[in-house]
């Protein structure tokens, strides 16, 4: 299925939107644009699907995770695991396997976001754990835990980083749902559904037949992108422009 193809069931729309990486004051935005479109023009079901990565570099993510656990009760508001959010977790969980990857990669600004000094434990990573887990409200670890893989609707098939080519789609690893880059980014061929994802950061959305990539750098250049499927048409809103 390639994207001049790819439709949803009438009466359907669905808003993805890319990585947030703790940019509260992005996302609050872009969830105002989206109700703003729903009253606009009114459909008979919508959904807004997240690609996952809520935490890491940007300012705010506890505030991010506090605001999309607002949200757990609508079932049209629809969260999936980033590698970030996963490695979040392990790093409360099991920090001395996990925390090179956790604090390398923007770590340090949920830590901060958290209340955690850093600078205090830049030497125990094992006292720096327990302190964020002490920190961390229970219902941020649930969240966390039991966001899922990857959703599908009609032809989109929605992930955080991609799929690889050849594996059914119902088949893919958790590891290359959340991680993968150059198989996936590099196959031109169909992945039987356009997989809409985020991971791989560019300064525009990228578009082309097989995918949609939704990752526009929102921590660094304020611009969180969302796409807007309904029939057999695509459109984008953003943040920051």
């Not at 964020?132 to 039991?146: D, E, Q, T, V």
């Amino acid at each position: 299925m390639f994207l001049g193809m790819a439709t949803l069931p009438a009466g359907s729309r669905i808003y993805a939107i890319g990585d947030v990486h703790g940019r509260l004051d992005c996302l609050e935005r872009l969830f105002t644009d989206i109700q703003s479109d729903i009253q606009a023009r009114p459909v008979s079901s919508s959904k807004t699907v997240m690609l996952g990565d809520y935490v890491d570099r940007g300012p705010d993510s506890r505030g991010v995770l506090d605001f999309l656990i607002a949200q757990s009760d609508n079932p049209d508001v629809i969260c999936l695991r980033g590698n970030h959010d996963d490695r979040l977790l392990e790093f409360v969980e099991a920090p001395d396997e996990f925390s090179e990857g956790f604090l390398r990669y923007g770590g340090w600004e949920t830590l901060a976001s958290y209340g955690v000094t850093a600078s205090l434990f830049r030497r125990n990573v094992a006292n720096l754990s327990r302190s964020m887990a002490k920190r961390m409200p229970g219902s941020h670890k649930k969240f966390l835990s039991r966001l899922p893989l990857f959703y599908e609707e009609g032809d989109y098939f929605f992930c955080h980083a991609g799929v690889r080519p050849g594996v059914a789609l119902h088949n893919q690893e958790k590891h290359d749902l959340m991680w993968i880059r150059g198989e996936f980014l590099g196959f031109e061929g169909s992945f039987g559904k356009v997989v809409v994802h985020g991971h791989t950061p560019g300064i525009q959305v990228e578009v082309v037949p097989n995918r949609i990539n939704l990752d526009t750098m929102a921590f660094e250049t304020g611009r969180l992108s969302c796409a807007i499927l309904e029939g057999d048409s695509y459109n984008f809103m953003q943040t920051g422009l």
